[in-house]
């Protein structure tokens, strides 16, 4: 009897020392929201419930145009291509257009003149933690310091650029209670 006792102590406590088997544990499938938001609501933009898109792959002949928003204005992501299309993002809504050849023409000229723009020297501002936003570019696989905190007369001139071709494709909008207003 005392050794069966033993044993089974003995055998209880190896298995409090053993830990027990690891698992994988399987992620949940992904879900596609369908719910449709009141049809009163003017503030809700219409359109079927999709999973956000990503932006097609950057070359380097391409300019990226990114803002980060604030709590009050919308953050955008633009993809300029040299022939005007641009690639453009706000909310995780992937939509395609064109900006005007003009400022493209400028902004492209611009750039290869600031090049590499990872030097270019950047103005140091103090941002309200509400309403501050930055904005950066990236070309030829070097990004910018924040522009809108001024630096010298190029940073100025490529967030002026950047902010004209923004406003021509309707980006960076109100938000109000959450959403993005157009």
């Not at 033993?6 to 830990?19: M, Y």
């Given at each position: 009897m005392?050794?069966?006792l033993?044993?089974?102590?003995?055998?209880?406590?190896?298995?409090?020392?053993?830990?027990p088997p690891v698992s994988t544990p399987v992620a949940p499938a992904p879900t596609v929201s369908t719910t449709t938001p009141a049809a009163d609501d003017p503030l809700v933009r219409r359109g079927p419930a999709t999973a956000p898109r990503l932006l097609p792959p950057m070359r380097p002949t391409d300019a990226l145009i990114r803002n980060s928003g604030s709590t009050n204005t919308a953050g955008y992501t633009i993809v300029v291509h040299p022939d005007a299309t641009v690639d453009m993002t706000t909310d995780g809504d992937v939509t395609h257009g064109t900006a005007g050849h003009a400022q493209v023409d400028w902004l492209f000229r611009k750039l290869r003149a600031a090049a590499p723009l990872d030097a270019m020297s950047g103005g140091r501002c103090m941002k309200s933690a509400s309403f501050g936003s930055s904005t950066t570019m990236t070309y030829d696989g070097k990004t910018s310091p924040d522009l809108t905190c001024g630096g010298d007369a190029m940073a100025r001139e490529l967030d002026r650029t950047a902010s004209v071709?923004?406003?021509?494709?309707?980006?960076?909008?109100?938000?109000?209670r959450g959403r993005l207003l157009r």
């Open positions: 005392t050794t069966i033993v044993g089974l102590v003995f055998t209880s406590l190896i298995a409090q020392a053993t830990p071709i923004a406003t021509q494709l309707g980006m960076g909008g109100i938000r109000s």
